[in-house]
């Protein structure tokens, strides 16, 4: 199920495709572990037309197709070497709502700054069943605009040190007030 985002319009979404366009031209754009070699090089393209006229379903629905996901991947054990596990089933809905939210709330971010907007408030924008603790005590708050777009512009694969968004499947994100 999508995101609700409440201000994705033409001009958010045109802020959307420069900053990806700012993410791939700098080096900085988060290619996940989850994805092939095929992946990440279509990821860029896939991440862009989503923002252009899509959304994380649609991001989501691409995946899939064409080799794009490891069916297992690995990660380091805490005493040493690497473990194998199953990429999970939901990768590719975690991977399209966790990247397209972050450039939402980035091209969102260059919106309110361009009309002179200096805070974005928080929201759920999909229900969850076990939300995080303190995600719900986020819920309405407002962050500085120009404070979160250097911190996710700053923090590609990794929790911005804001908290927003909050991780893959929190369902929190931003709209103007």
């Not at 194998?84 to 980035?106: I, L």
């Not at 200096?118 to 759920?124: D, F, K, N, T």
């Not at 995600?135 to 911005?160: C, F, M, Q, W, Y």
Request: aromatic fraction near 6%.
């Amino acid at each position: 199920m999508p995101l609700k985002y409440l201000n994705l319009d033409d001009a958010t979404r045109k802020y959307m495709v420069e900053e990806i366009d700012l993410a791939v031209g700098d080096g900085s754009l988060y290619l996940s572990p989850w994805l092939t070699d095929v992946g990440k090089a279509d990821w860029p393209t896939l991440l862009r037309s989503a923002a252009t006229d899509g959304s994380d379903a649609t991001l989501a629905a691409e995946l899939p197709h064409n080799g794009r996901l490891h069916k297992t991947a690995q990660r380091k054990k805490p005493t040493g070497g690497f473990t194998t596990y199953n990429v999970p089933v939901t990768a590719r809905d975690t991977m399209a709502e966790g990247e397209f939210n972050r450039f939402y709330v980035r091209g969102l971010c260059r919106h309110a700054i361009a009309n002179g907007i200096e805070y974005l408030v928080v929201y759920r924008a999909k229900e969850v069943e076990n939300p995080r603790p303190g995600s719900n005590e986020k819920i309405g708050s407002h962050v500085d605009a120009a404070a979160l777009l250097n911190d996710l512009r700053t923090s590609p694969g990794v929790e911005p040190s804001l908290g927003l968004p909050p991780g893959p499947n929190s369902g929190l994100t931003v709209r103007l007030p």
